[in-house]
């Protein structure tokens, strides 16, 4: 009787030190700070050519806000994805979130993507803005063959 009175208690002590620890991670979790960023493949791209945008978020992501993010006229959304890494380093825990986008821009010129805002409870984070130029493509359009013969 004493014995498992004892494996009980054990049992007990075992349980408060996983709570225990439970909280000071997750009390570490929201102490994070949280961090935003936007990076794109290339900063010049050919008109008709397609890139790619994403936007991380580091830290605690519980209670973000993440509106859509708005797109210079002329950028047609081509596809997107999203990603979460979740990493548990000593007694740290780190979070990210990635937003991917692909973008086919369809006019040629200089844009601004961004900036993107992120909202946590009150507080606005956002991306720095990142310059594109569209260029005319170098290379003549697609000669349409009508399967004839032709000499040079």
Do not use: C, W, Y
Request: glycine share 8%; no cysteine.
């Amino acid at each position: 009787m004493a014995l498992a009175h004892s494996l009980l208690q054990g049992r007990n002590v075992s349980r408060f030190l996983s709570l225990a620890v439970l909280l000071t991670l997750s009390s570490s979790v929201g102490a994070d700070t949280l961090a935003v960023s936007a990076k794109v493949d290339k900063t010049v791209v050919d008109l008709g050519n397609p890139m790619n945008l994403t936007i991380t978020i580091n830290g605690d992501t519980a209670k973000v806000q993440i509106p859509a993010p708005s797109f210079p006229e002329g950028f047609e959304i081509i596809g997107r994805s999203q990603s979460t890494n979740f990493s548990i380093r000593g007694s740290s825990i780190e979070r990210s979130m990635g937003l991917n986008f692909v973008l086919l821009p369809q006019r040629p010129g200089t844009f601004q993507l961004g900036p993107f805002k992120i909202q946590r409870d009150k507080t606005v984070f956002q991306t720095e803005p990142i310059e594109i130029t569209v260029k005319k493509s170098v290379l003549p359009p697609k000669l349409q063959g009508s399967g004839g013969r032709f000499t040079i």
